[in-house]
Each structure stands twice: as structure tokens, then as C-alpha cells.
């Protein structure tokens, strides 16, 4: 007779909902501050509007950029609809992988670029936690039906 148990390799361990909790707002209060840091330099510091300078674009889109990302740290951190905050989510995806390229494009090296690639690694943790949470709230007959 053969077991109806899973076969141990084959089952993957799920994290508790609390762990995937604390992960979760770790990295997205690191995100948001990270955010946050750089939205208030690329306003106020003249290094990173010289960066700007130095990746082509124009005075105008660094303000747009950092005033689009306070309203995105804002959603993140607010109680707000989820497709909101997936809109956010997208964007700042949208931002990182963008500010890569453009590091790469001008052929920068990793001390230009590594902020962006670490924020990206705090985006990412983020949002499949963020994700995992959404799952972990629907009803069960939505996960499977």
C-alpha cells in the first residue's frame, strides 16, 4: 500500500502569515525611507540634480520624479485600495529599473548604480510579501475558484 502523504521534497514550506507580516513592513518602511531620501535630495540637493544633469534628463522631470515618489511612499504606507497600491508598486518599478539603465547607458559603475539595485532588492521583498498578504486575506473559495 502506498502513503497518501506528500512526499517531504515536494512540499514547500510556507512562511506563518507573521512572518510574512514583519517582513513585509520591514521592507517597506526601509523602501519608503529610501524613497523618501531620495525625493527629498533630488528637491533640495545639488548632487543629485547634478546626477540628474549627468543621465540626461531635464530639471523639470527630476521634480515631477521626486513629487511622484512621495505620493507613492504615501500610498504604500496608507490604508488605501489595493489596485492603488499597485499602481505605486509599478511605478517605483518603473523608476528603479529605469534609473539602472540610465546608470548603465552613461556607462557608470557600481557605486552609481548600487543604490538603485539595493532599493530594488527592498522593492522586491516588499511587494511579494505585499502580495503574499493579499493572498493570505481573500477567502478560500477565491484562492481556488
Not at 507580516?21 to 525625493?39: E, K, P, S
Not at 549627468?54 to 515631477?64: A, C, I, N
Not at 511587494?127 to 493572498?135: E, T
Request: aromatic share 14%.
Amino acid at each position: 500500500m502506498e502513503s497518501t502523504l506528500p512526499k517531504p521534497a515536494l512540499v514547500a514550506a510556507r512562511p506563518s502569515p507573521k512572518a510574512v507580516t514583519v517582513v513585509f513592513w520591514i521592507a517597506t518602511v526601509l523602501f519608503c525611507l529610501q524613497m523618501g531620501f531620495t525625493a527629498y535630495a533630488q528637491l533640495s540637493l545639488k548632487d543629485a540634480a547634478d546626477g540628474f544633469v549627468h543621465l540626461g534628463f531635464p530639471s523639470y522631470f527630476r521634480v515631477e520624479l521626486a513629487w511622484a515618489k512621495v505620493l507613492g511612499v504615501l500610498v504604500l504606507l496608507a490604508p488605501v485600495p489595493w489596485r492603488l497600491k499597485e499602481w505605486a508598486y509599478a511605478g517605483f518599478a518603473i523608476n528603479l529599473v529605469s534609473a539602472l539603465i540610465a546608470h548603465f547607458a552613461v556607462g557608470d559603475g557600481p557605486q552609481a548604480w548600487a543604490f538603485a539595485a539595493g532599493t530594488s532588492v527592498l522593492w522586491g521583498l516588499s511587494y511579494v510579501s505585499w502580495r503574499g498578504l493579499q493572498a493570505a486575506a481573500r477567502p478560500p473559495e477565491a484562492v481556488h475558484g
